[in-house]
């Protein structure tokens, strides 16, 4: 068990939907990372948080949008949903979220769109 | 345009016998390296690191060689284990400058056999 947790974890939608996935980190970790698996990728890097301010962005769709809330839990909404944003949606979370920080991982929300 | 190659999906190794997990990266500036596990219904977890200060980082049964001449790193499981049965990610960030977020595999997935 990483210490991170994600809520739900299974989500089942249909296309122009929108959700809402939740990640809690670990006690003491200022920085939250989210991630998309799509089927035989890689993980792809989304946006990343650190004490409540964005600190960097990837590949995120406009759909998509992300905030890291006072208690420092992290929510990425994804919005008009697609088929192809079916994925496996993971949180990371990490200590100050620089360099050589270790990353530790949730295990994952997976998103079906339908 | 990948940038972290793991050009082999699946390896199947015998219980006992030494199990090696090859990637490749094509960006310079990359110089950590990381190698997460990843068992089903769960998220990825730190394995191990190296810098590219080193050749070498070893953690009991798992070793990492980086060769930053050919942009190449390995990890070693010496002897393997049927509980190694996992999905490994080879990851790579660069430390200075903006690039400290790593940038993932698509992934190996690793059979050991009883």
């Known amino acids: 068990d990483s210490g991170v947790t994600q809520t739900p974890k299974h989500l089942i939608t249909a296309t122009g939907q929108r959700v809402t996935l939740r990640c809690s980190p670990r006690s003491g970790d200022l920085s939250v990372y989210w991630y998309q698996q799509s089927l035989d990728q890689g993980l792809q890097f989304l946006i990343q948080y650190y004490n409540g301010e964005e600190r960097a962005k990837g590949n995120i769709l406009e759909r998509f949008s992300a905030q890291q809330f006072p208690d420092l839990h992290s929510e990425l909404n994804l919005s008009s949903l697609e088929l192809g944003d079916s994925a496996l949606y993971f949180c990371?979370?990490?200590?100050?979220?620089?360099?050589?920080?270790?990353?530790?991982f949730g295990p994952g929300t997976r998103l079906t769109v339908l | 345009d990948q940038q972290v190659k793991q050009n082999s999906p699946s390896l199947s190794v015998q219980e006992g016998r030494i199990s090696i997990l090859n990637c490749d990266y094509t960006n310079s500036m990359f110089d950590y390296f990381l190698w997460y596990k990843k068992y089903p219904a769960e998220g990825p977890t730190f394995l191990i690191s190296i810098s590219s200060i080193k050749d070498k980082n070893e953690d009991g049964r798992f070793t990492v060689f980086l060769n930053k001449s050919a942009k190449h790193l390995s990890l070693h499981i010496v002897p393997s284990q049927p509980g190694d049965s996992a999905v490994y990610f080879c990851?790579?960030?660069?430390?200075?400058?903006?690039?400290?977020?790593?940038?993932f595999g698509r992934g190996t997935s690793l059979i050991v056999h009883p």
């Open positions: 990371a979370s990490s200590v100050v979220g620089w360099g050589t920080d270790t990353q530790y």
């Open positions: 990851a790579a960030s660069g430390t200075s400058g903006g690039s400290y977020i790593p940038t």
